[in-house]
């Protein structure tokens, strides 16, 4: 027989173990576990979203001495800002085909340049609603006269033309869709737009599709180098939104409110137009007054 301290010590062990395995499989157990933090409510905590960013002149500019961030869609976040009671960080530049896997990993907390949708985009992010319209005109170089008298963007569709476009960016899906049998001439995923421009002035390529706020920032280092056929149709166009991380609902909603009462009130239309009169806001959401 055993000894009646053995047998208690035993038993209490026992106890023990089914106590412990009952805690931990119980849904009272699991859900002790640290739930992971969401967009929102970091932004909650610390008073600030940290905003992400590519370089898109007007909407975005980088002085390359100060490192000042400037532009309409800066301009725009600091009014998101004062309507939501919040700092506006602008902490890291991001490359227009990598930008996504930066608000995976939580790097920032949005990314606060406005950005063309594409198929391999929208399934990755969370949108908001659209701010400005744009319509991508045909740059070609100014001593390029092969397509003066041409009225059909069907004669890019050709294995003798070269189109720039940044690995991973929507300007991929742009030429695929629209030009299949030209070449891309494909530039790596930190490159911005003032590399597809430089690249068609260094004849690497031949034409680039942008629109005219943007030509207009783009060629203040190259004035005269490019030039618009003014024959052709817009080759595109586009709403631009801003993008976070996909499923921070909460954090999108709440900037969708602010930004709805800026394009309401006529502001996003005055900021836009200090860069540039051929943006076009987005419509408000009334009629009338």
Excluded at 57 to 79: C, F, H, R
């Amino acid at each position: 027989m055993k000894p009646l301290a053995t047998i208690l010590i035993a038993g209490l062990a026992a106890v023990v173990a089914t106590y412990a395995t009952v805690k931990i499989a119980s849904p009272q157990g699991a859900g002790t576990a640290q739930k992971s933090e969401s967009v929102y409510d970091r932004v909650m905590r610390t008073g600030t979203i940290r905003c992400g960013y590519g370089i898109s002149p007007p909407a975005v500019e980088k002085d390359v001495n100060t490192g000042k961030i400037s532009g309409m869609s800066y301009d725009l976040w600091q009014e998101i800002g004062k309507q939501l009671g919040l700092k506006i960080e602008w902490t890291t530049e991001a490359g227009w085909g990598s930008f996504i896997e930066d608000l995976r990993s939580n790097r920032y907390d949005a990314f606060c340049s406005g950005m063309w949708p594409d198929h391999a985009r929208i399934k990755f992010l969370t949108l908001s609603v659209p701010t400005v319209y744009s319509f991508l005109n045909t740059y070609v170089r100014a001593d390029d006269h092969r397509f003066d008298n041409e009225t059909s963007l069907d004669i890019f569709n050709k294995d003798s033309i070269t189109v720039p476009a940044v690995e991973g960016d929507v300007s991929v899906t742009l030429v695929e869709n629209r030009f299949p049998q030209a070449k891309i001439l494909a530039l790596p995923q930190s490159n911005t737009v003032s590399d597809m421009f430089l690249s068609v002035i260094t004849k690497k390529a031949d034409v680039i599709f942008v629109d005219q706020a943007m030509f207009a920032s783009l060629e203040k280092e190259n004035k005269g180098a490019l030039r618009r056929l003014e024959k052709m149709p817009p080759a595109f166009v586009f709403s631009s939104y801003y993008g976070y991380k996909k499923g921070e609902y909460e954090l999108r909603d709440m900037v969708d409110v602010a930004l709805r009462t800026l394009i309401d009130d006529g502001t996003l239309e005055r900021i836009a137009h200090q860069y540039s009169v051929d943006y076009i806001a987005a419509d408000k959401n009334y009629k009338g007054r």
